[in-house]
Structure formats: C-alpha cells, structure tokens
C-alpha cells in the first residue's frame, strides 16, 4: 500500500439494485484490508435483505435517521453517530425513516467485493 489521498467525487454515485445509492470512496486492489464507501438511502426506502460472504460490514450513520434489522438482534433505530457491526453472512437491512436522505459510511474488511454480495430477500419473506 502507498500513502494516497482519494477525494470524492459526487458524480462517481451508483444506484444499487438494493435500493442504495453507493459512492465507493477508497476500494482499491493497493488496499485490499478496507473498504470505505458512502451510502445513501432515499426516505421511505427500505434496502433489500442480504448478507456479505466472508466480509465483515460496519455503518456508521453520518446523517438521517433509520431503522436497521441486523441478524438476530431485534430491530434498531439509528441516528448519526451509531455504529451497526455486521459479521460476515449476517442477514441485514436497513430502513430510512426520516425525512431527508440516510447516508451512513460502510466500512468493509476485507475490502467490499461485488462477489460477495448476496440477495436474500426471497429467504426473509420480502
């Protein structure tokens, strides 16, 4: 790894099938220990259930208000500041349920890879 400094860039946000709009802010093969990306949820929006093979997830929610349902922990409301600690395989959502956008920072170790991604919203009844 060298030292960097990666700006972000507003443009760069994608729109997820899970109903996510995601901006990768550092996930590069130079840094495969962590991933860094800024997600944000519309209001009303709920995400799709899922889980990460093999990657541990964090949010910290940076601005907004949500509701996240993580493995067996019983539904949570979360505002800025919150962590959500989410192990690998762990069935996971979250909820917006204020007013303006939710927008948390997902933080994944090892680095987010588009393979681990799992659906699983027909498993949770969705």
Not at 98 to 119: H, I, N, Q, W
């Amino acid at each position: 790894m060298k030292e960097a400094i990666r700006r972000i860039a507003p443009d760069a946000e994608y729109h997820t099938d899970e109903l996510c709009h995601i901006n990768e802010l550092s996930n590069t093969a130079d840094d495969p220990e962590l991933s860094i990306a800024r997600a944000r949820v519309a209001p009303g929006i709920v995400t799709r259930w899922h889980r990460l093979i093999g990657t541990t997830e964090r949010y910290v929610i940076v601005e907004g208000q949500g509701r996240v349902e993580v493995g067996g922990l019983a539904p949570q409301d979360v505002g800025p500041g919150d962590a959500v600690i989410i192990p690998p395989m762990c069935p996971q959502r979250i909820a917006n349920t204020g007013s303006g956008d939710l927008v948390f920072l997902a933080l994944c170790t090892p680095r987010f890879m588009p393979e681990a991604y799992e659906d699983i919203e027909h498993e949770m009844g969705g």
